[in-house]
């Protein structure tokens, strides 16, 4: 299949002054009318226009009907040869939302219109210039049945609704601000809302509102909260204001991503809206304010400034996952959040960067846009952005930030514009640094260490390097700053004085390292100091660095960077888990390293630590970031190491494990501020290492905490420490939560996962046995992604040798790709790790690859994703 590519890219030929949308909304059919008002800009071009299923009603030049002669129709194009250099456009399409299973375009999800037309789903909708670089003032009418679709929505202003008579109405809006036709969006429904206003620091009056289905308003108040608190905060910390007199929110229950940013009225996936105490647990409503946010943020970051092409995606994605990122640590704890943000991105997107689909953040060809929505454009764009920030300081970047709006206010741009608006103003070069959108591959840089005691001279050595990627054989070194710091005894920072190492506006002291090896000089260094590097993850690479141990406990206990504290400990658990694998494949005992589990005992048991970081501590790498690690995914290895590993831990600090559930068990249990969310979180995994051990003290503690909570939270930590027992304890509380939820499919999803990403051998057949049940309906996106993506994210249950796990996966892959093309995708990621598997296993997955692969109605965004594993 035809891929595309960047170097292809052409301005577009016409202007497009405005659009009129007209919708008329019917229960079999629905029509759209559109009317353009074009202007050509490129002499003599012919009118080509994107189109992929509408059916082509009636196409109209200044009001005259043009024959099938006059114009060419295939599957995703129509074009006109002969047009006037200025002209009215006129075309009628005709479209079956209620058939529409790929939930792109316009949709129906539980009896409501709805659209989703981000990245090129407009298409789907009429024939028109679905490209981001050809923005447009919209002004839609939207007619239905009044009693079915009473609440009619779209972006910008609210003109009028009138009343047609004969059962139905019809809405006005109009977008005063141009938009490409991704941001446009259309509602049509029977909800329930709640209401709020917000006044901007300028003073104007903002009515917004959070629509969902009707009962459901109660949930809504987290999110409404949230999205006040994100206009603030964008006012704050960048001087944005919104820009509407409305801004709605609106959840829908069949949505195939998280949330869309479309202008004035997003449209979000149900469970990233409805949260109360009893039906959402401490990280949802962290999450429904992070994705409120972001998608607030992207009025900003996407839509006023938007994309020139979708080469470009992670210019709007990357800058609002970076400026949702600093809203969330505002909000919460910046230090803990850094290291959440990390862990994600350690876990997806550099496992991403080493396999077959690597990609640079601004990649240069694909087969499938909607395969650009990926952790490297999303997250690894963030990371650019941040390095950025990091070397021109906090302060320089707001310059920078400042730059960019007054530069590229209401233009398509690239991302080359986006470094030229932070960089000039601030002096800098980032010539070198742009490598980091254009090449693909998570660099390696090597650390060595040298004290000459002598000379009172400490010298660091630092070497860059990148592995090949798919279609980059080679790569140029990168513009990486080092975030460092020399430790004395007491674990104080030293002042540094070498060459080439500066400090940046915030005072950190900055290495940037440019050249494939560099050499810096510290002198007048009384002793041998304490390295502290890549202090809060100042670039996304990794270290290769072989620290003594002295080092490294002494950096766990004293560096003053939280994150680098947390990160020396996440070293030394990451070479014990290493250890145990090796041993466990070798059949050998399992033990583990007691200064480790000594120093974690010790952490538990300081005052001075907060609950939040404790937990970060506690957290043993993910077995997603040690499949990269190791050279061979070996599934019942992990598995027993990780079990040795947890054990140790639950025996060695057993009475600070309990004494910390007791602290903190049962208080504030309606609190969902972020400090007493910590709080549960510590205790919560205090209860799950105890757990290990079996102990029936323990686990009637946790059956307790399962029939007395009262958060979802606690309860949902009891029901995952129960799925994994063989007793029946697990079967009553699995049915309890059924009957409790089974009306309620947000909530019910974690009952499914719950189920998914247990650990018990027998969790395939289970999973299999939940795709027949009657709760579980294969055409809702969340049912998919919580039972079938969480169990392909089971590591050690999908690879399980003893299983035919692949055959079933590759089953639903074909099943769902016929009916959703992006869901079906989004579950391809579970073949990731192919390449570290076991001969055998590998032969195995490999043949279900190949076998979905020949399907020939394969979508190509699933075609694209497996084929590269071939
Ligand atoms: N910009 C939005 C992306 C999105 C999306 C992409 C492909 C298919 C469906 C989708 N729904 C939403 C979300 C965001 O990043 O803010
Ligand atoms: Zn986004």
């Not at 259309?186 to 969902?212: C, H, M, P, Q």
């Not at 009172?456 to 080092?482: D, M, N, R, V, W």
């Not at 998919?784 to 035919?804: C, E, H, K, W």
Request: aromatic residues 10%.
């Amino acid at each position: 299949q035809e891929k595309i590519f960047l170097k292809d890219y052409k301005s577009p030929d016409f202007t497009v002054d405005n659009v009129n949308l007209d919708f008329i909304l019917n229960e079999d059919f629905c029509r759209v009318i559109s009317q353009s008002q074009v202007r050509k800009t490129t002499p003599g071009a012919p009118l080509l226009l994107n189109g992929e299923g509408p059916k082509l009603i009636s196409i109209k030049v200044d009001g005259k009907a043009l024959d099938s002669s006059q114009y060419e129709l295939t599957s995703e194009e129509l074009m006109v040869k002969d047009v006037p250099d200025q002209f009215t456009l006129e075309i009628e399409t005709e479209l079956q939302p209620q058939n529409n299973t790929a939930l792109e375009g316009l949709y129906k999800s539980n009896g409501i219109f709805c659209t989703q037309c981000e990245a090129q789903s407009f298409r789907t909708i009429t024939y028109f210039w679905d490209r981001p670089d050809v923005m447009t003032s919209y002004s839609v009418t939207i007619e239905a049945d009044k009693t079915k679709y009473p609440v009619l929505l779209s972006n910008g202003d609210r003109l009028k609704v009138e009343d047609l008579g004969n059962g139905r109405h019809k809405a006005y809006w109009k977008d005063p601000h141009k938009k490409p036709c991704y941001l446009f969006a259309l509602v049509a429904g029977d909800l329930g809302v709640i209401r709020d206003t917000f006044t901007t620091r300028s003073g104007r009056k903002v009515n917004l509102e959070v629509y969902a289905a009707h009962g459901k308003q109660d949930r809504c108040h987290h999110a409404m909260e949230s999205l006040k608190k994100s206009m603030k905060w964008d006012e704050e910390a960048f001087g944005l204001e919104y820009d509407l007199n409305d801004y709605m929110i609106v959840a829908i229950d069949d949505f195939n991503a998280g949330a869309m940013e479309n202008k004035g009225l997003n449209i979000f996936n149900s469970r990233l809206v409805l949260a109360d105490t009893a039906s959402a647990t401490d990280t949802d409503f962290f999450s429904i304010e992070s994705v409120v946010a972001h998608e607030y943020f992207h009025n900003w970051t996407g839509n006023r400034v938007t994309l020139r092409d979708w080469f470009q995606l992670s210019l709007k994605e990357g800058l609002t996952v970076f400026r949702d990122q600093e809203f969330s640590g505002d909000m919460t704890d910046r230090g803990t959040q850094r290291i959440d943000d990390v862990d994600g991105l350690r876990a997806a997107q550099f496992a991403e960067d080493a396999g077959t689909n690597a990609h640079p953040v601004r990649p240069d060809s694909c087969m499938s846009v909607d395969n650009f929505f990926t952790s490297t454009i999303y997250e690894k764009g963030a990371e650019v952005i941040r390095m950025m920030q990091t070397i021109v300081g906090r302060k320089g970047f707001r310059k920078g930030m400042d730059e960019y709006f007054r530069r590229h206010d209401g233009q398509a741009v690239t991302t080359e514009d986006f470094a030229a608006a932070i960089s000039e103003p601030n002096g800098k070069d980032f010539t070198q640094f742009r490598r980091w959108y254009s090449q693909a591959g998570t660099p390696t840089v090597k650390v060595q260490e040298a004290y000459d005691a002598s000379k009172k001279e400490y010298t660091l050595t630092l070497e860059q390097s990148c592995a090949p990627t798919p279609g980059q054989p080679t790569k140029e070194p990168f513009h990486i700053p080092l975030m460092v710091a020399l430790l004395d005894k007491q674990g104080k920072e030293l002042p540094l004085n070498a060459k080439g190492v500066h400090t940046n506006s915030d005072g950190k002291y900055i290495i940037e390292l440019r050249e494939a090896r560099e050499v810096y000089t510290f002198t007048g260094m009384n002793e041998k100091p304490v390295l502290s590097i890549l202090r809060e993850f100042s670039a996304p690479v990794t270290l290769q660095w072989a620290a003594a141990a002295d080092d490294l406990y002494f950096l766990v206990e004293k560096d003053p960077d939280s994150f680098n504290r947390r990160e020396m400990a996440q070293k030394l658990a990451s070479d014990i888990y290493s250890d145990l694998i090796a041993k466990a494949r070798k059949k050998e005992a399992l033990t583990v390293e007691p200064r480790f589990l000594k120093a974690l005992n010790a952490l538990l048991l300081d005052t001075k630590a907060s609950p939040a970081f404790k937990a970060k501590m506690l957290q043993l790498p993910s077995l997603h970031v040690l499949a990269q690690k190791e050279a061979v995914l070996d599934a019942n290895a992990f598995y027993a190491a990780r079990n040795a590993f947890r054990t140790a831990i639950a025996k060695e600090c057993r009475q600070a494990l309990l004494d910390t559930y007791r602290q903190y068990h049962g208080v504030e249990t309606k609190n969902h501020d972020s400090k007493v969310g910590a709080h549960r979180r510590l205790k919560n995994m205090a209860l799950g290492y105890l757990a290990e051990t079996k102990d029936p003290e323990i686990l009637k503690l946790a059956s307790e905490q399962y029939w007395k909570a009262e958060n979802l939270t606690d309860r949902m930590a009891a029901m995952a420490i129960l799925a994994e027992l063989d007793s029946p304890e697990r079967t009553k509380a699995l049915d309890h939560f059924y009957q409790e939820w089974k009306n309620d499919s947000v909530v019910l999803n974690k009952w499914f996962t719950v189920q998914a990403t247990s650990l018990r051998p027998h969790t395939l057949d289970e999973v299999k046995a939940l795709t027949k049940h009657p709760a579980f309906n294969i055409t809702n996106p969340n049912n998919v992604y919580s039972l079938l993506r969480a169990f392909g994210s089971n590591l050690i249950r999908f690879n399980d040798p003893q299983t035919d796990a692949f055959k079933f996966y590759a089953d639903c892959i074909i099943e769902i790709d016929a009916k959703n093309p992006q869901v079906a995708s989004r579950l391809c990621a579970a073949f990731n790790f192919v390449q570290k598997l076991e001969p055998a296993m590998k032969d195995r997955a490999l043949s279900e690859i190949k076998r979905i692969v020949a399907v020939e109605t394969l979508s190509k965004n699933s075609r694209e994703l497996l084929q590269s594993a071939l």
